[in-house]
């Protein structure tokens, strides 16, 4: 059994930072892409970045290139996602996820997911 907690968020001024976190029990972490999604009030969910088991390959969507950065530690069972130079239109809550494929952008491929964390970022 795995669980996923995420802690970190909270309110942000635009322009500022914010670095979420991602707990894992179990010993799958460390061999499972681990991935971030958020989902904005009245929006889908939607893919933001993932790493691969090693941290040798990542992702982002488009609209976080250079600003977000996403990391593990594999040997603490945590994950990360630094999110610089903050948008109001990055307003969502975060979850992690875990998935045993390569790194994807398809919710659909990842098995364990946690109850996120909230960045609201103000104007």
């Known amino acids: 059994q795995v669980q996923l907690v995420e802690s970190g968020g909270g309110l942000v001024q635009a322009g500022g930072s914010r670095r979420v976190s991602c707990a894992a029990s179990g010993r799958t972490f460390r061999t499972y892409t681990m991935g971030w999604f958020r989902q904005a009030p009245g929006k889908e969910r939607e893919f933001v970045a993932a790493?691969?088991?090693?941290?040798?390959?990542?992702d982002y969507t488009d609209s976080v290139k250079g600003r977000f950065t996403i990391s593990r530690d594999n040997a603490n069972h945590m994950g990360y996602l630094q999110m610089n130079s903050l948008k109001p239109e990055d307003t969502a809550l975060y979850y992690c996820?875990?998935?045993?494929?390569?790194?994807?952008?398809?919710?659909?491929?990842?098995?364990?997911w946690g109850q996120g964390t909230q960045v609201t970022v103000s104007s």
């Open positions: 996820a875990l998935s045993p494929s390569p790194p994807s952008r398809r919710f659909s491929d990842y098995a364990y």
């Open positions: 790493i691969n088991w090693s941290g040798q390959i990542t």
